[in-house]
């Protein structure tokens, strides 16, 4: 209870002292400051404005600053309780070096550090991977809490018969849909293409061990675009984060030591290991994509092809040969089924990439496209595909789509879980939110000031 008095004292000063920075501002100046405390949570002005920059960068549309914050408070008050479920992992340093890769990724959309910052309004670097960092903390704490709270909701046929019978005049229509399934294969490297890989790496390292910085090198010569801004360095990699071939490497070496050209799925790899502690690890590497020639690719395709030769024979169906030869991990033991946003398998057309959208056009259920080539994951592919099945633009209906009405259903359950345990909280849970917001018509029955009890 002391901790707590004094926790809730200081934020008491800082609102106080809040609104007397304010006071010496022209009025209509805004300072930043504690806009909510749950808990031990708090939200403060700048965050909401960082969380809806981002969101409208990633592609949300946000008009209600006041519904953007109860969203915010909903989801800290999950995480204040998941911070003391002891039955959820701490993964504060996973999260901070996924960060980090998200930044860089983002980074690498930009010709340069501050046209990016200028696009998601942020002053510096360091505030732009703080508010990454926070976002995915908060994130992964609540979804964690949510599936505790959630995890033994479930609905029955009748439930979602109700569901469907109480709501169908308000469910959504549905645009032009497909359902499609895909072989798809990357194309061997020969000996002499890996051999060339190899001996660049090899060449190098002899570069590096005379004297060259491994950081430097890897700027120049990196084509990994997660590290090689940051000069090929990966902190406090968690183990099992990275692929194992990788990894496996990269822990057999001594501190400072550089490994020989490592293969793994995504190219060939020369590694220094930085610092080991305990699970974790810092490490450097260049990679050099293993980018199939033409000549490569075109042996892919005719195997491919082949492949499709003997589908249309019938000597194996669609479903045997995606499981026998497929190189897609994700697809390969459903039987090549794509599947859509909300994980099921029917496509709306709209959504398809460009490349499958074209090699459909004028195809009947049932056809299989020619062998083409596309990109997967950063790869270069060869693939072919089925057309399953067409669906005209529609209401959802029970009778075609009861798997969709049936998750619809089970979500709304879920919601209503959740909404009832943070009910039962709030007498029980400090809560404060800054008057400045008291014009707000929130959902659920916040208080703007209760202290608990």
Sequence with gaps: MNNNKAFFFLVALLMMFGGYAKAQLQKGALVDGITAVIGDEIILESDIEEQMNYARQQGAQISDRCGFLENIVNNKLLIYEAKRDTLIENKSAAIKDMAEKKYQQILSQFPDERTMLAAYKFRTAYEMRNAIEKIDTDNYY????????????????????DFYNTHKHELPMVKDEVSLSQILRYPKLSEAHKDELKNRLLKLKKDIQGGESFEHMARIYSEDPGSAANGGLYTKVAKGQMVKPFEAAALNLQE???????????GYHLIQLVKKSGKQYDVRHILLKAEPNAQEIAAARAELDSIRTL???????????????????????????????????KIEKMDLPPTIAYQIAGHKPGD??????????????VAIVRLNEEIPAHQLDIATDYERIKNMALERKKSQKVDRWIKERLPDTFISINSRYDHCA????????????
């Design 142 to 161: 609540g979804q964690q809490k949510y599936a505790r709270i959630t995890e033994k909701v479930d609905v029955t046929p009748n439930e979602v018969t």
């Design 256 to 266: 400072g030591e550089l490994s020989d050209p490592v293969e793994s799925e995504f």
């Design 311 to 345: 589908i249309m024979e019938g000597k194996m169906t669609f479903k045997e040969a995606a499981h026998r030869f497929s190189d897609d991990k994700a697809t390969k033991y459903n039987g090549g089924t794509l599947t859509g946003g909300d994980g099921g398998d």
């Design 368 to 381: 299989i496209t020619d062998v083409f080539s596309d990109e997967s994951n950063q790869r270069k592919v």
């Design 442 to 453: 929130f959902k659920g029955a916040w208080s703007k000031g209760n202290t608990a009890k």
